[in-house]
């Protein structure tokens, strides 16, 4: 089976960071693959890890899911890092693992926080 390599944008996987803030993976292409067969999933990941909004946008974004604001407060009075993320941060960044977590306790999956940063 004859391969060749081509590089690919990702953040899920290699993570060598580069001065132009690009991630790069080598992967193989299998016979009858291409380059566009990943740059779909490569643009989707890339998007979703520089996505970001404001604290404000965020907590509209979780109420307009059924979330409620006795819910947020109660969360953010029982988490210190929870309440510093909410109050001080000047953007709130999709990568961060914490949203995944927080959101889940509110039975959130990662694909509505992504609807929430309007990535789908």
């Keep these: 089976m004859q391969t060749k390599q081509i590089t690919r944008l990702t953040a899920d996987e290699g993570k060598y960071l580069r001065k132009d803030n690009q991630f790069y993976k080598t992967v193989d292409l299998k016979d009858g693959e291409t380059a566009a067969d990943y740059e779909e999933v490569a643009e989707k990941v890339m998007k979703k ?16 899911r059924g979330v409620t ?52």
């Design 69 to 120: 604001r006795e819910q947020i407060e109660e969360l953010i009075a029982n988490n210190q890092q929870v309440w510093a993320e909410l109050n001080y941060a000047t953007y709130i960044e999709r990568k961060n693992p914490l949203l995944d977590q927080l959101c889940g306790q509110f039975g959130l999956t990662p694909e509505d926080v992504d609807g929430i940063f309007g990535l789908n």
């Design 49 to 64: 890890y520089f996505a970001q909004m404001t604290p404000r946008e965020f907590v509209l974004g979780m109420l307009s």
